[in-house]
């Protein structure tokens, strides 16, 4: 059974950056087949997928279009865990975050599953 | 805005069928994925393709998908049924993934 494990911290001053792990277990964060996933939510914005990073031979990552050019995501094999790095935050960027491993078949795309998630607070 | 819109709100009879919908253009090409939301939880997936349940999730979830328009069914509908549902696929030019605004399904 795969369970992921959030951690992070729960306030962030604006303009610094957010940094919250993943970790892993009950799979491999470079496996060929899965996505591992970040997703946020918050009452203004709903559920907003931020990106993701996988290994098919090489890393790749990709960024939702709200914070492409704010966010980093990427993997630690050793400790089989991935991040999430998003510079630069406003209160806006308050929400509960989420890590997801992501999968794709029969023409869909589905997150699952879901770490418990974790509210940051992006305030001085 | 969210490019796949839900009604934010939904009731059904208990043991009734009730039917939670999400239009967006991205489904003339994808299929949709469908979590289940209760209060303090993570989302959690019900089903997504064609018309796949991960393990755990009872047969009275189908989807289904026509035109522009994904639909989540539930056939006999329980109390532990209530909760938020939301959709998600991917945008209509394929490099997103966005989810839906949710709809709320009561269980009267």
């Known amino acids: 059974q795969v369970q992921l494990q959030l951690s992070g911290p729960g306030l962030v001053k604006p303009s610094r950056t957010l940094s919250l792990t993943c970790a892993i277990s009950?799979?491999?964060?470079?496996?060929?087949?899965?996505?591992w996933n970040w997703i946020r939510q918050s009452p203004s914005r709903g559920l907003e997928w931020l990106g993701r990073?996988?290994?098919?031979?090489?890393?790749?990552?990709e960024y939702g279009g709200s914070v492409k050019s704010r966010v980093i995501i990427n993997a630690d094999t050793s400790k089989n865990q991935f991040s999430l790095h998003l510079n630069s935050v406003t209160p806006e960027d308050t929400a509960v975050y989420y890590c997801?491993?992501?999968?794709?078949?029969?023409?869909?795309?589905?997150?699952?599953?879901w770490g418990q998630g974790t509210l940051v607070t992006v305030s001085s | 805005s969210s490019e796949l819109t839900q009604d934010p709100a939904v009731s059904v009879a208990l043991g009734q069928t009730v039917r939670i919908t999400c239009q967006g253009d991205?489904?003339?090409?994808?299929?949709a994925s469908w979590y289940r939301q209760k209060p303090g939880q993570a989302p959690g997936l019900v089903l997504y393709?064609?018309?796949n349940r991960p393990s755990g999730i009872p047969d009275r979830f189908s989807g289904s998908r026509s035109g522009n328009t994904a639909s989540l069914t539930i056939t006999g509908a329980q109390a532990e049924d209530e909760a938020d549902y939301y959709c998600?696929?991917?945008?209509?030019?394929?490099?997103?993934?966005?989810f839906g605004g949710g709809t709320k399904l009561t269980v009267l």
């Open positions: 998600n696929s991917r945008d209509i030019s394929g490099t997103d993934l966005v």
């Open positions: 997801a491993r992501g999968g794709y078949r029969d023409n869909s795309n589905w997150f699952d599953p």
């Open positions: 990073t996988y290994y098919r031979s090489k890393w790749y990552s």
């Open positions: 991205s489904f003339r090409r994808f299929y």
């Open positions: 009950g799979d491999s964060v470079s496996g060929d087949s899965a996505t």
């Open positions: 393709g064609i018309n």
